[in-house]
């Protein structure tokens, strides 16, 4: 337990609000200095235990001295190596060995610093994609239930968000839901096509492993496939300098950056539908809005995701910059940019996914709003409908275009000169010009006769596209998400 001293000193230095505020225990410690250095040590026990099944001079008390010590990590003495020699691989290689005195000659044999930098970051990497895809798809599945339960719920569709034809709040929802099984879909290619550096070397033709096994040739190409395989993974890159391409970094930030982008959409068309009064994100019983208006309920969990996103999204920048830069084989000004860069991807894709999650939960849809809304436009938009049902009863299409236009202008200047609600059809039953069709006013005005297969589609795509996409996370589905902050 820490101190209270040592409470206060922690308050009196800058903590990343990513992790100190936001983001889930598991992606913080995914990032953590324990996981990468328990990582490290586990790396050198996949290397000394290849090594030895090939024939070099390891023994069995070696191994199982390493193996007793993976996660006994004396941090302070790694530290102080570290101040010491410059070099945190060889800090805690020392570190490693002070604790395993018998297998002090045999860690790290053969090795480069990348060894265990590029090896560590690239599990740790394929494990962040694996805490965010069962995150995303319960995301997906929370939306999917939205989009089922108000399928058939009509509401004013907009373009240039001026109103357009109706559409409805399912159907709607479905667009954010395409968007983010795209998003599902990129991050399984990713973490996917992810391979392990493995074992390369100082520049990536593993001189110092062919000189361990004098010339052999099969026996190299046998290590890199141990280790490759105690790792957790299928393939190694074959061809690496002294780390596996910086490009690989692009395609893994890319797709978390399109997936904010995804988030960042739906995000601002739900705050967009509170200014509406529309749908709300949740908000708690006790939760204030705005300290100075008391009536307010601002969609903060909307603005986070929005927030978060934006700075997502301008995290790929870094690795575009940093692979084009990496000079031949390689040069360090990289490894300063990727401790930030990386992490902070991934952190705040776990935030965001979230957050969102917690907003999906809880959406908040006012139908009597909708439909009021629907009403102050579904007049213009039945004018064709009330033409073609004037031409059916006989009447002349054009005499009727100009009664229905002159009556649409007066109608249109009481709601924007005089603030009024749209009373054309008032106007339109007033005329006895109408009065063959005047029963036939209100089914030509029900509003779901102007969603046309939005139901449909909603039912379809999610039978069809969205259900089977989440098969693989079913188990992980029941999980809440209560935000702390």
């Given at each position: 337990?820490?101190?209270?001293?040592?409470?206060?000193?922690?308050?009196?230095?800058?903590?990343?609000?990513?992790?100190?505020?936001?983001?889930?225990?598991?992606?913080?410690?995914?990032?953590?200095?324990?996981?990468?250095?328990?990582?490290?040590?586990?790396?050198?026990?996949y290397l000394a235990q290849a090594e030895k099944s090939l024939g070099l001079p390891i023994t069995d008390e070696q191994?199982?001295?390493?193996?007793?010590?993976?996660?006994?990590?004396?941090?302070?003495?790694?530290?102080?190596?570290?101040?010491?020699?410059?070099?945190?691989?060889?800090?805690?290689?020392?570190?490693?060995?002070?604790?395993?005195?018998?297998?002090?000659?045999?860690?790290?044999?053969?090795?480069?610093?990348?060894?265990?930098?590029?090896?560590?970051?690239?599990?740790?990497?394929?494990?962040?994609?694996?805490?965010?895809?069962?995150?995303?798809?319960?995301?997906?599945?929370?939306?999917?239930?939205?989009?089922?339960?108000?399928?058939?719920?009509?509401?004013?569709?907009?373009?240039?968000?001026?109103?357009?034809?109706?559409?409805?709040?399912?159907?709607?929802?479905?667009?954010?839901?395409?968007?983010?099984?795209?998003?599902?879909?990129?991050?399984?290619?990713?973490?996917?096509?992810?391979?392990?550096?493995?074992?390369?070397?100082?520049?990536?033709?593993?001189?110092?492993?062919?000189?361990?096994?004098?010339?052999?040739?099969?026996?190299?190409?046998?290590?890199?496939?141990?280790?490759?395989?105690?790792?957790?993974?299928?393939?190694?890159?074959?061809?690496?300098?002294?780390?596996?391409?910086?490009?690989?970094?692009?395609?893994?930030?890319?797709?978390?950056?399109?997936?904010?982008?995804?988030?960042?959409?739906?995000?601002?068309?739900?705050?967009?539908?509170?200014?509406?009064?529309?749908?709300?994100?949740?908000?708690?019983?006790?939760?204030?809005?705005?300290?100075?208006?008391?009536?307010?309920?601002?969609?903060?969990?909307?603005?986070?995701?929005?927030?978060?996103?934006?700075?997502?999204?301008?995290?790929?920048?870094?690795?575009?910059?940093?692979?084009?830069?990496?000079?031949?084989?390689?040069?360090?000004?990289?490894?300063?940019?990727?401790?930030?860069?990386?992490?902070?991807?991934?952190?705040?894709?776990?935030?965001?996914?979230?957050?969102?999650?917690?907003?999906?939960?809880?959406?908040?849809?006012?139908?009597?709003?909708?439909?009021?809304?629907?009403?102050?436009?579904?007049?213009?938009?039945?004018?064709?409908?009330?033409?073609?049902?004037?031409?059916?009863?006989?009447?002349?299409?054009?005499?009727?275009?100009?009664?229905?236009?002159?009556?649409?202008?007066?109608?249109?200047?009481?709601?924007?000169?005089?603030?009024?609600?749209?009373?054309?059809?008032?106007?339109?039953?007033?005329?006895?010009?109408?009065?063959?069709?005047?029963?036939?006013?209100?089914?030509?005005?029900?509003?779901?006769?102007?969603?046309?297969?939005?139901?449909?589609q909603v039912a379809k795509f999610l039978k069809e596209e969205v259900r089977p996409a989440l098969v693989p996370y079913?188990?992980?589905?029941?999980?809440?998400?209560?935000?702390?902050?």
């Amino acid at each position: 337990m820490a101190t209270p001293a040592a409470e206060e000193d922690a308050l009196a230095r800058y903590r990343s609000p990513l992790v100190s505020r936001y983001a889930s225990a598991e992606m913080g410690f995914n990032f953590s200095e324990r996981k990468k250095f328990g990582t490290w040590r586990r790396l050198w026990l996949y290397l000394a235990q290849a090594e030895k099944s090939l024939g070099l001079p390891i023994t069995d008390e070696q191994i199982q001295e390493m193996e007793a010590n993976l996660d006994n990590i004396d941090f302070k003495m790694a530290a102080e190596e570290e101040k010491k020699l410059r070099h945190d691989v060889m800090a805690h290689v020392h570190t490693f060995a002070h604790c395993c005195p018998k297998a002090a000659a045999i860690i790290h044999l053969g090795a480069t610093s990348c060894y265990v930098g590029d090896n560590t970051d690239l599990i740790v990497l394929r494990d962040g994609f694996n805490l965010l895809l069962p995150k995303l798809a319960r995301v997906i599945s929370r939306l999917a239930d939205f989009a089922e339960k108000y399928a058939d719920l009509p509401t004013l569709g907009f373009t240039h968000y001026q109103p357009a034809q109706l559409t409805t709040v399912g159907k709607r929802c479905c667009l954010w839901i395409q968007d983010l099984c795209m998003d599902l879909q990129n991050l399984e290619r990713a973490r996917d096509d992810l391979r392990f550096r493995g074992v390369k070397g100082t520049t990536g033709t593993q001189a110092s492993f062919l000189q361990l096994f004098e010339g052999d040739h099969s026996k190299v190409e046998e290590l890199d496939r141990l280790v490759t395989a105690k790792a957790g993974f299928k393939r190694a890159y074959m061809v690496t300098g002294q780390t596996y391409s910086r490009k690989v970094d692009i395609e893994v930030l890319s797709v978390l950056a399109s997936m904010g982008a995804s988030v960042h959409k739906i995000c601002t068309d739900i705050r967009l539908l509170a200014n509406l009064k529309e749908i709300e994100e949740p908000f708690e019983k006790e939760q204030i809005g705005s300290s100075a208006m008391p009536y307010k309920r601002n969609p903060m969990r909307s603005e986070r995701c929005c927030s978060l996103a934006r700075h997502l999204m301008t995290l790929v920048l870094d690795p575009l910059q940093t692979a084009s830069v990496q000079w031949f084989e390689r040069t360090l000004d990289d490894s300063a940019n990727r401790r930030v860069c990386l992490a902070e991807a991934f952190l705040t894709a776990d935030i965001i996914l979230s957050t969102l999650q917690n907003i999906s939960e809880g959406l908040v849809v006012y139908p009597k709003v909708i439909e009021r809304r629907i009403q102050q436009e579904l007049p213009f938009m039945a004018t064709e409908n009330i033409i073609m049902a004037m031409v059916k009863a006989g009447g002349n299409r054009q005499d009727c275009h100009e009664k229905i236009r002159v009556l649409s202008q007066q109608a249109a200047a009481v709601v924007k000169q005089e603030g009024g609600d749209n009373d054309l059809i008032a106007r339109v039953r007033a005329d006895p010009y109408f009065s063959p069709i005047h029963k036939q006013l209100e089914s030509l005005l029900d509003p779901s006769s102007f969603t046309g297969r939005a139901p449909q589609q909603v039912a379809k795509f999610l039978k069809e596209e969205v259900r089977p996409a989440l098969v693989p996370y079913q188990s992980k589905m029941g999980v809440k998400i209560e935000l702390a902050l």
